[in-house]
């Protein structure tokens, strides 16, 4: 039951920090729909998820009128699609863009691939359409798991998404690469992540299933307004107070659309998400803990506070929490990071430290154009290993920014923001990456 004095600070949260339901996302089952015919599966898929979501934005409108509550986004995943795909990919991807469009949702992930241990001849083909697929379509999200704890990582994948990122840089260049933007290479990927681009409705998930991602950087950086100088047990203590009672919201949220849709009820993903708006930034928390910019001697274990004490607060008020739950640290989507990036106090080698104990990776980070793609699989490389050794969901979204060099700024819109272009280590690693083959998992993998 939801007390009247969280009602009223729900309403303050909502008018003055801007929280927000980021999204409810239906996650889509699609085993199913397989067929030896590209153009018969993909019209099955269409039919399905057109079935199955097809009141998603209708109820998601109408709680958030009902109940007062933003609610930015509503999306959908579906199974990897290499899963259920015998031939060409391409004409699965226009029936799903045309289902989302259909359903009225931002975005739909699942244009994915699971490769941590190899590849089929469905992955392979689907890697290859990757960047014609993103450059075609509107709404669809790409993700391929190149490793994991339990089986190392792909090494053959790793390299070959160097390449497929520069691909698809290039087919988006009249957009800054947006194409980029909806792509992201995993390792230990999640199955029940409701943010894109990197969600999907994994093999263990049920036929269909509602996962709702709260938000709320500018809750938690107005709770510890009013810590200054206190120790960080305070710090942490009030950062677990706030992360309860934004993922209250967030269940409720969640509770009220499995009813209406008729479709159990999955996760909250407590990750606090961030937009280029002022007042809802992670990297603006960091600082209010005293550190001048993000990216200063002590950001990494700033940041690992937060992650911690989120988590700990939200495990509270959920009893179903999942997807990644944590905080999110990407650069065009926070106006706290753009800022300590285009001052040269954010690098990509301290983000990468900062990824060890965040909830992702190295995410919307624009580098230059002529960036190579062994050198993309390099960075690619090193956020997947850290992943497998910490056994934690990594992942690397990086946008070549064609034609353009380290300060240059690009611009994508809305939640996507801008970014200005950080330069990347000149030092060549491509007859690492040109090896190929398996890197073997940590020796604590062997748990059973």
């Known amino acids: 039951m939801i007390e009247t004095g969280e009602i009223l600070q729900t309403m303050r949260m909502i008018q003055e920090e801007n929280f927000d339901i980021r999204t409810i996302t239906v996650g889509i089952n699609l085993l199913d729909c397989s067929d030896q015919d590209a153009e018969r599966c993909g019209q099955r898929v269409y039919d399905k998820i057109c079935s199955t979501a097809r009141n998603l934005v209708r109820v998601g409108e109408s709680i958030e009128r009902e109940l007062g509550i933003p609610i930015v986004n509503k999306r959908i995943s579906v199974t990897p699609v290499s899963m259920i795909c015998q031939g060409d990919p391409r004409p699965i991807a226009q029936w799903l863009d045309k289902a989302a469009k259909e359903m009225g949702v931002n975005f739909l992930g699942g244009y994915s691939a699971l490769m941590q241990k190899g590849a089929t001849r469905a992955d392979q083909r689907l890697l290859e359409s990757i960047p014609e697929v993103l450059a075609t379509t509107n709404f669809l999200c790409s993700s ?8 190392g990582l792909n090494m053959n994948a790793v390299r070959d998404m160097g390449e497929i990122i520069k691909r698809t840089a290039a087919l988006t260049a009249d957009s800054d690469g947006l194409g980029c933007a909806k792509l992201v290479v995993f390792a230990n990927a999640v199955e029940d992540n409701p943010f894109m681009a990197g969600a999907f409705c994994g093999p263990g998930e049920p036929e269909a299933a509602i996962n709702v991602g709260v938000s709320g950087p ?6 510890l307004e009013a810590c200054k100088g206190q120790p960080f047990d305070v710090v942490a203590e009030t950062i677990k107070r706030t992360a309860f009672k934004i993922t209250r919201v967030g269940q409720l949220v969640a509770r009220e659309a499995s009813q209406r849709l008729g479709i159990p009820f999955g996760i909250v993903d407590l990750s606090l998400a961030p937009t280029p708006a ?24 700033a940041l690992a506070l937060l992650n911690d004490a989120v988590k700990k607060g939200g495990v509270m008020a959920s009893n179903h929490v999942g997807g990644l739950s944590g905080a999110f640290i990407p650069v065009s989507e926070d106006i706290g990071m753009i800022e300590a990036a285009s001052v040269g106090s954010l690098t990509l080698e301290k983000l990468e430290a900062m990824t060890c104990v965040c909830s992702v990776g190295l995410d919307m980070i624009a580098i230059p154009g002529d960036t190579s793609a062994a050198t993309i699989s390099g960075i690619i490389a090193d956020e997947a290993a850290i992943g497998m050794v910490n056994n934690k969901t990594t992942a690397v979204r990086v946008i070549p ?13 809305g939640l996507l923001g801008y970014a200005p272009v950080m330069p990347v280590n000149r030092f060549s690693c491509d007859a690492f990456i040109a090896r190929g083959g398996r890197i073997p998992a940590p020796l604590h993998s062997l748990r059973n």
Do not use: Q, Y
């Open 144 to 151: 391929v798991n190149v490793g994991s704890t339990k089986a």
């Open 218 to 223: 500018g809750v938690v950086k107005r709770a």
């Open 278 to 301: 002022r007042g809802d930034s992670v990297a603006h928390i960091l600082t209010e803990m005293g550190l001048e910019s993000a990216g200063a001697p002590g950001t990494t274990a």
């Open 401 to 413: 920014a064609m034609g353009k060099k380290a300060g240059d700024t690009v611009e994508f819109g």
